[in-house]
Nanobody, 127 residues
Framework: EVQLQASGGGLVQAGGSLRLSCAAS????????IGWFRQAPGKEREAVSC????????YYADSVKGRFTISIDNAKRTAYLQMNSLKPEDTAVYYC????????????????????RGQGTQVTVSS
């Protein structure tokens, strides 16, 4: 059984930092993309960032470029999202997701449903 264990998140003031983690277990494949999408109340889901386990290519939404950094520890099958210079508009529920695909397949999956998705974690940025 595939499980995605997410951690991190919380409440922080604008300009602050948070780190999200997502540990994947039970995956039967070695090449995959892992990342986070977010959803704020009344807004559409947004693909935030993802990384490929094979070639370490990355994707960032324009809204987070230069502020967020994604990384992966393949030995632990764990991805990390370091979020710096947080803004109130980053407030949302963040979901970790895995697709057995490239990073672009992961981004496209946002329109449908992810193969594997963890429980959401709340990130709240106060002004």
């Amino acid at each position: 059984e595939v499980q995605l264990q997410a951690s991190g998140g919380g409440l922080v003031q604008a300009g602050g930092s948070l780190r999200l983690s997502c540990a994947a277990s039970g995956l039967s494949f070695d090449d995959y993309a892992i990342g986070w999408f977010r959803q704020a109340p009344g807004k559409e889901r947004e693909a935030v960032s993802c990384i490929s386990s094979s070639d370490l290519s990355t994707y960032y939404a324009d809204s987070v470029k230069g502020r967020f950094t994604i990384s992966i520890d393949n030995a632990k099958r764990t991805a990390y999202l370091q979020m710096n210079s947080l803004k109130p508009e980053d407030t949302a529920v963040y979901y970790c997701a895995v697709e057995e695909s490239t990073i672009w397949g992961w981004v496209n999956a946002l329109r449908y449903e992810y193969e594997y998705r963890g429980q959401g974690t709340q990130v709240t940025v106060s002004s």
